[in-house]
């Protein structure tokens, strides 16, 4: 031994050995191949297998699949006895055998192939069979299954002519229905052959599904009929309340929301009383003195003024001049000329109003008529209350607003 190292001590060696046989115990069985067993068919098929230990009442699902005429199929750890279980999905058969512990090889040929499932469907009319039993027979041969809601399944069965009758609780007494024959082919279009079975008499109250299945659903439809109406109730009062709201909220914020719905190109009407043509709202220009405080409503909802308006250049017969007046004022305009507009002092036609831009809007009298244009303004021209686009010639009598402050269009001079 080198220098420096020691040997562990007794205790030590103990502990490790412990370990190292449990590790040993639960690990290495695992290392162990896995039980199987030989399949070996009469020729290659596509086939889900498995090895149980019950026998099922219907074909069962997630087996271990292959597509070949032999294969290994996976025995479960510990069983001793049980089923080999072979499903061919395309045909709807199975072909079944007894398993036991130290039988490696099991051998399908075509007599033990079998009809994966058979269903009896029992009514009343319209009305499914709560309970009941069901018997297939075929010569000494009988087979029994019960029957729940209606339907009885039979798995496994052989092929060949086959006798079905179905035994109930009748009102007074026990009843057998008349037997009912059906032949079972191992080639056949239906994978799972269905065979209904109408019962002559009535049975037994609380036997029938429509009773014990159909007359509780009946009382749940009255409860849920009433929870509907409660639900659409709280719904509705809900809604009504999220409406409300909505509207308050609205109101609260109306001239910033059409402002807003207005810049998107909505027509939103005007709501307002107080001041010029029709009430119009319109926001404080960018360019005022109090342009830091809430904006106004945008411009009215009505469309640009194209209809009626002769195109600049239609001739018309030469008048000696215009006027414009309203709200204590009037202005003069000579023919041949162009007006500024503004609530600028330096315009020519001065506007003393906050709602009108510091350069607003262009007259201009020519000998073919008076014509108006927007220059870019805040809260934009109207005539008659409908917003100009481009330059728009004014007849007489029109109303010409300028954001809300609102003139009369007259024909003549006039003295200011």
């Not at 190292?5 to 060696?13: I, L, V, Y």
């Amino acid at each position: 031994m080198k220098k420096g190292m020691t040997m562990p001590s007794s205790g030590t060696m103990r502990i490790f050995r412990a370990a190292l046989s449990l590790v040993v115990c639960c690990f290495v069985p695992t290392l162990a191949s896995a039980a199987t067993v030989r399949i070996q068919l009469d020729q290659e098929r596509h086939i889900v297998g498995w090895v149980r230990a019950d026998l099922p009442e219907r074909i069962p699902t997630a087996g271990a699949e292959y597509t070949a005429k032999q294969f290994d199929l996976p025995v479960p750890q510990d069983l001793k006895q049980g089923w080999v279980i072979l499903h061919e999905p395309e045909t709807g058969n199975v072909a079944i055998a007894p398993y036991s512990e130290g039988t490696s090889t099991y051998r399908f040929g075509q007599a033990d192939w079998r009809i994966g499932e058979l269903k009896l469907v029992v009514k009343f009319g319209d009305v499914p069979l709560g309970s009941g039993e069901a018997e297939l027979v075929q010569e000494d041969v009988k087979r029994r299954a019960e029957v729940k809601n209606g339907e009885a399944v039979f798995f496994a069965v052989p092929a060949g002519k086959w006798t079905a009758r179905v035994r109930y609780e009748g009102k007074e007494k026990e009843i057998e229905t008349a037997p009912v024959t059906i032949d079972l082919s191992l080639d056949r279009s239906e994978k799972s052959p269905t065979l209904a079975i109408g019962l002559v008499d009535p049975p037994k109250d609380g036997q029938s599904s429509a009773q014990s299945d159909a007359g509780a659903p009946a009382k749940e439809n009255a409860t849920s009929g009433w929870a509907n109406w409660i639900v659409w109730l709280v719904a509705v009062v809900v809604g009504g309340a999220a409406l409300a709201g909505m509207y308050y909220l609205l109101k609260s914020n109306e001239e910033r929301v059409a402002l807003g719905m207005r810049k998107l190109g909505v027509s939103v009407p005007s709501g307002s009383s107080d001041g010029g043509i029709g009430g119009t709202d319109l926001q404080q220009p960018e360019d005022g003195p109090t342009a830091t405080g809430e904006p106004f409503s945008a411009q009215p909802s009505v469309a640009p003024i194209t209809e009626g308006v002769a195109p600049v250049g239609a001739a018309e017969k030469a008048v000696e001049g215009w006027s414009l007046s309203g709200e204590g004022v009037t202005f003069s305009i000579e023919p041949e000329r162009e007006y500024t507009v503004g609530r600028d002092p330096e315009c020519d036609l001065a506007l003393s109003d906050a709602t009108v831009s510091r350069k607003h809007a262009a007259l201009r009298a020519r000998t073919d008529g008076l014509f108006v244009e927007d220059v870019g303004s805040t809260n934009g021209t109207f005539v008659n209350g409908r917003p100009i686009e481009g330059e728009v010639r004014l007849q007489e009598g029109d109303q010409l607003q300028f954001g809300k402050f609102a003139l009369r269009v007259n024909r003549g001079g006039a003295s200011s």
